[in-house]
């Protein structure tokens, strides 16, 4: 006997998958396990949450008994601030600091010994008058996956950052990434690709739909009982892209996430040993003015963010003050930004940049672009 799941469990599902916190995660698993079946085909996915749940609640107990130690420290969290957060992971002695002093322009510690840095150093950087975080974080060593020198809680920042920036040193620079790579792969942080892009739903409805057969690359009916053997009875399955199990089986994983990163290579312009992967970004650190200004850019990119300006009727564009928006913001989107009154009134907009010629008026859904400047008629 399968399982039957409702709409308000797929609903309490989704809210788990968004979680940010583990807080959040345990709320929507109870509200899950409350729409959870009660015939005897639901008993494995109730105790999966079940398992869930009590493993949540355990590192939360933790997290309280550390904070309340006699003379304990800080625990290793950072509160998200600005238009986007990037997280810089290295090994111990890789440059971390002396990058990130460079590119915020503190001071933090920079010494020959390993593990200068024991806790997340904060610092802002000014992208044409927009904020962005930049976070020095400790080392990463082999087995932090595993928690050894407090790896899971350095690798939950990681796991919450809209990006990644990699610093590794010349000399070691493909063994450093090498490493990085697989403690961060252990933890669920799939770099420089997409979640597979296939929507698996409860339905309404009886049985099993499927849109995209085209994509599918073994029988529907091992698609079927697959899910069904997953507790999946009434579903629609749509398929954007080549299906396997294995990408199913990915989709369906609520603990990964998948970030874009940059390298930085450290110290030297030889960039030979780092072999380059699909997508990755290489760029090996002089610490020039240029240079600095080409990695804000590319900062910005690996966020998927885009930046614009906007500018009132028949005045100059506020050209000192950025806004960062997620890639694929609409000009309502930015409007949202700018006051709650010009989104409830917006007619249209004008745009210069990325527009047919400047000043073209646009509708409400354009989509803005890198350096657009936007005016709102409202």
Request: some cysteine; glycine content about 6%.
């Amino acid at each position: 006997m399968t399982t039957n799941v409702s709409i308000e469990y797929a609903n309490a599902q989704a809210k788990y998958e968004n979680a940010k916190t583990t807080a959040e995660k345990l709320a929507a698993l109870e509200e899950m396990k409350s729409y959870c079946p009660t015939h005897k085909g639901a008993e494995n996915l109730k105790n999966e949450i079940t398992k869930k749940i009590v493993k949540l609640k355990l590192e939360m107990e933790k997290e309280k008994t550390q904070s309340s130690k006699k003379g304990g420290g800080p625990t290793i969290s950072v509160k998200k601030e600005g238009a986007g957060q990037l997280v810089l992971v290295g090994v111990p002695n890789s440059g971390k600091t002396t990058f990130f002093n460079a590119m915020t322009g503190l001071n933090g510690p920079v010494e020959d010994y390993e593990f200068t840095t024991t806790l997340p150093d904060v610092g802002m950087i000014d992208f044409k008058g927009a904020k962005i975080q930049l976070v020095d974080l400790p080392p990463i060593v082999e087995g932090s996956a595993e928690g050894k020198v407090n790896g899971k809680e350095i690798l939950a920042v990681v796991r919450n950052a809209d990006a990644i920036v990699f610093v590794v040193s010349v000399e070691r620079a493909a063994r450093e990434y090498l490493l990085l790579k697989k403690e961060l792969e252990k933890s669920g942080i799939i770099l420089n690709r997409k979640k597979p892009n296939i929507s698996i739903v409860a339905s309404s409805f009886p049985g099993f739909s499927l849109t995209g057969k085209e994509f599918l690359k073994i029988p529907q009916e091992e698609l079927v009982n697959y899910l069904k053997e997953r507790g999946m009875q009434n579903v629609q399955v749509i398929l954007r892209e080549p299906t396997t199990l294995e990408t199913v089986a990915e989709a369906m994983d609520v603990t990964l996430t998948y970030k874009k990163t940059l390298i930085v290579v450290m110290k030297s312009s030889k960039t030979s040993e780092l072999k380059r992967e699909k997508e990755m970004i290489v760029m090996t650190w002089e610490n020039t003015p240029e240079q600095k200004a080409q990695m804000l850019d590319l900062m910005i990119e690996i966020m998927e963010k885009t930046y614009v300006f906007t500018k009132k009727p028949g005045q100059d564009a506020a050209m000192s003050m950025a806004l960062i928006v997620p890639k694929g913001s609409t000009v309502l989107d930015v409007a949202g930004l700018v006051h709650k009154d010009i989104v409830q009134n917006l007619k249209s907009a004008k745009i210069w940049g990325s527009a047919k010629f400047d000043g073209q008026r646009v509708a409400k859904d354009y989509v803005v672009q890198n350096g657009d400047i936007v005016e709102f008629s409202w």
